[in-house]
């Protein structure tokens, strides 16, 4: 008798593989569930494998334009970055590849989901925290955390063990270098000989860009057009070609950024879970649009309402990073990010040349930038003589800690 049905977050790889046969051996009816968000993958040959596995049902579902409009914009709208250097592509998509993950167990009537992600990482606190969040019935099975499974199977060799046993076809090799994770916006490489941050990653691992030196040695020149703080149209300048859905414009920087070896880094990172763990990721598309962002949200937006802003960024960057992107806090902040951008709008252009992005100009109808009022020729309505006065009222405090500064006797 079925214990239930559980929905699957499914790969094709060797571990959600051998999750589903796992499933099934422990008397759970198993829906396969594959989100196209853009990675590189043979989704007829996912399906006939699941469909070889037992799957009772498989669902492949197109995401790329909704991950696109509704995670990857927020995120640009935010100038999210975590920790200074990550631009989040996978802490990006997990919301949106549970999200429906949720619609499908919902409509189908299944109690349960389950996914492949391991006991020490963030990808667990994501999918999981977006399915309560979703689906607060629901009940999770995640392998990795269940001893049964991770004392049976504690590594590769004995998954690929399984696998032969079980005939589970695989391409896997017991030896991996290193793992990695493809969506739409990013590539990231992690664990096995990346786990020293000692050591230089091969040039040969990097799959999405190509290496700087070796870029073309011709610039390219777009200009982005932004409203309400996302991009509506981009357009090489000086071969004519301009792409307007959000889809198609995501994917033409990815194409240009990639080209010109943009978006490389390899960082150490802490996890939410409590340890640092080195990364290296691949973001070109990412890469040029917040260089882009950044440029057209000075240049329209208030400095008051930006250095708040930019407060939020960073709290969106965390919360996203650690899981939360359906609670109510992360709800709160998207919405003052939103009401941030109703101005930032307009142009801007910039060069991309082996690794590097170099803004070149910009416009806007709603610039706060007075040619006439910042210009050294030009006076404008500007009175110099009143910068006396600002000046002494800033200095009142610096003078009276000077003052403190004497009294107890420290060297300056």
Known sequence: MSKGTVVLAYSGGLDTSCILVWLKEQGY?????????GQDEDFAAAREKAERLGAKKIFIEDLRAEFVEDFI????????VYEDRYLMGTAIARPCIARRQVEIAQKEGAHFVSHGATGKGNDQIRFELTC???YPDVKIISPWRIPEFYNRFKGRKDLLEYAQKEGIPVTATPQAPWSMDANL????????????PKSHAPDSLFEMTSNPEDAPDKRDVLEIEFKNGVPVKVTNVKEGTSKASPLDIFSYLNKVGAQHGVGRIDIVENRFIGMKSRGLYETPGGTILLM???DIETFTMDREVRRIKQGLGIKFSELVYNGFWYSPECNFVRHCIDKSQENVEGKVQLSVYKGHVYVL?????????????????VQGDYDPTDASGFIRINAVRLKEHHRLQGLSGKKQ
Request: net charge negative; glycine share 2%; proline share 2%.
């Open 29 to 37: 009816d198993v829906i396969a569930y594959m989100a196209d968000i």
């Open 73 to 80: 914009w927020p995120a640009v709208r935010a100038n999210a």
């Open 132 to 134: 309560y969040a979703l």
């Open 185 to 196: 916006m990013h590539i990231s490489y992690e664990s096995g000989i990346l786990e020293n």
């Open 292 to 294: 882009a962002h950044l």
């Open 361 to 377: 100009a910009r416009e806007s109808a709603k610039s706060l930038y007075n040619e006439e009022l910042v210009s050294m020729d």
